[in-house]
């Protein structure tokens, strides 16, 4: 079975740009979850969705915004870059999104680069 | 909000040598997870393991969750062994919380 898979792998962007990023959970999973990893750092929540409805959101400013599909894939739009937006951006996929926490699985990451 | 120690933050092994990587975490757990990162930054499961002893291979993991730490035992070490060993912690309706990890170098 395909694990989460992401796209692009990478990506390079101008300051004021925006970008979008999109993931495909693992078949039979229905929760999506967004992390942004900056070097050296451990990856930090960024958003959950679970039945296409947002059922979390960590600390990050409202340029960032998501949307799960009824296919239960993903998207992470980012508008206005800032050259602090630079990290690897992970998706992670789960069987729920409840309080139930069932593992997680990682994506590969798209390693996005703003100059 | 929940807090996660990872320790020690670097550590450099000589190929065969045993390691324990601790995880210390501030609330109670419904989900404690190891997962080892690759150099590509591919995040590979380890364990997920919120209470009790479990071991694959040449790891094994136990989380003590009333005492709130977690071990990752790597056992004769390969330098394939070597990445970044983050810990996560779930508790009620928290997102995953990850500590800083701990750098692993492991020397031929």
């Known amino acids: 079975d395909a694990g989460v898979t992401q796209s692009p792998t990478h990506l390079i962007k101008t300051r004021g740009q925006h970008v979008t990023l999109r993931c495909s959970p693992i078949?039979?999973?229905?929760?999506v979850s967004w992390y942004q990893q900056v070097l050296g750092q451990g990856p930090q929540f960024i958003f959950q969705y679970y039945e296409k409805e947002e059922r979390g959101r960590g600390n990050f400013p409202d340029r960032f915004s998501a949307r799960q599909f009824p296919n239960y894939s993903s998207e992470l739009n980012v508008n206005a870059l800032l050259l602090g937006d630079s990290a690897l951006y992970l998706c992670?996929?789960?069987?729920?999104?409840?309080?139930?926490?069932?593992?997680?699985?990682f994506g590969p990451g798209t390693r996005l680069t703003v100059t | 909000g929940i807090q996660v120690e990872q320790s020690p933050p670097d550590l450099i092994l000589q190929e065969g040598a045993n390691s324990t990587l601790r995880c210390n975490f501030s609330?109670?757990?419904?989900?404690l997870q190891w997962f080892h990162q690759n150099p590509w930054g591919q995040l590979i499961n380890l364990f997920y393991i919120p209470s009790g002893t479990k071991q694959n291979g040449r790891l094994s993991a136990t989380t003590v969750a009333t005492e709130r730490y977690s071990l990752l035992y790597i056992s004769s070490s390969q330098t394939t062994d070597s990445g970044v060993y983050f810990c996560?912690?779930?508790?009620?309706?928290?997102?995953?919380?990850f500590g800083k990890g701990t750098r692993l170098s492991v020397i031929a």
């Open positions: 992670a996929s789960s069987l729920t999104g409840g309080l139930i926490r069932y593992e997680q699985y």
């Open positions: 609330d109670s757990v419904n989900n």
């Open positions: 996560a912690h779930h508790s009620g309706n928290t997102p995953l919380v």
């Open positions: 078949s039979g999973h229905k929760s």
